[in-house]
């Protein structure tokens, strides 16, 4: 214990970022598990398009959404997103609504914006189209 009091006396700086990060650890780790906004894997998100008829929302620009999405995804466009208009989904509010972007990295965004805009469940492709593609399910160009 006194060499960690040595230590933190000596390096103050070394010994805030390493608090720091520690905080931010763990707030990211509260935040995720409190958020109305879930990730989800490739298997479960099928599951959910199974038998929930979960509507797919895929969130790429529309040349890579032209290359490939998942069947039955329909494509938002970024400007609609960057607005926050989700008219296109009015009908859809009390299904289950999984976003799908590249990486699953912007998805998380946007889920947050229908959460808030009161759709009851919405879900982030965890990995996104990468990792649907990598998992080797079925893709429409």
Same mark, same amino acid.
């Given at each position: 214990?006194?060499? /960690?009091?040595? %230590? $933190?006396?000596?390096?103050?700086?070394?010994?805030?970022?390493?608090?720091? +990060?520690?905080?931010? /650890?763990?707030?990211?780790?509260?935040?995720?598990? /409190?958020?109305? $906004?879930?990730?989800?894997?490739? &298997?479960?998100?099928?599951?959910?398009?199974? @038998? &929930?008829? #979960?509507?797919?929302?895929?969130?790429?620009?529309?040349?890579? %959404? *032209?290359?490939? &999405?998942?069947?039955?995804? @329909?494509? +938002? *466009?970024?400007?609609?997103?960057?607005?926050?208009? %989700?008219?296109? +989904?009015? @009908?859809? *509010?009390?299904?289950?609504?999984?976003?799908?972007?590249?990486?699953?990295?912007?998805?998380?965004?946007?889920? #947050?914006?229908?959460?808030?805009?009161? %759709?009851?469940?919405?879900?982030?492709? @965890?990995?996104?189209?990468?990792?649907?593609?990598?998992?080797?399910?079925?893709?429409? *160009?």
């Amino acid at each position: 214990m006194d060499q /960690l009091l040595e %230590f $933190v006396g000596n390096h103050t700086i070394l010994a805030g970022i390493w608090v720091a +990060l520690v905080a931010i /650890l763990i707030y990211s780790s509260i935040a995720g598990v /409190l958020s109305k $906004v879930k990730e989800i894997g490739t &298997h479960d998100a099928t599951m959910m398009m199974n @038998k &929930h008829d #979960a509507v797919v929302l895929d969130i790429r620009p529309a040349a890579e %959404f *032209k290359k490939g &999405h998942i069947l039955g995804a @329909k494509q +938002l *466009k970024p400007e609609q997103v960057n607005q926050g208009d %989700f008219s296109a +989904l009015e @009908k859809s *509010k009390n299904k289950p609504i999984i976003v799908v972007c590249a990486m699953g990295m912007t998805a998380k965004r946007t889920a #947050a914006q229908l959460s808030k805009q009161g %759709f009851e469940q919405v879900s982030v492709l @965890k990995g996104g189209m990468n990792a649907w593609q990598t998992a080797n399910l079925p893709v429409a *160009k």
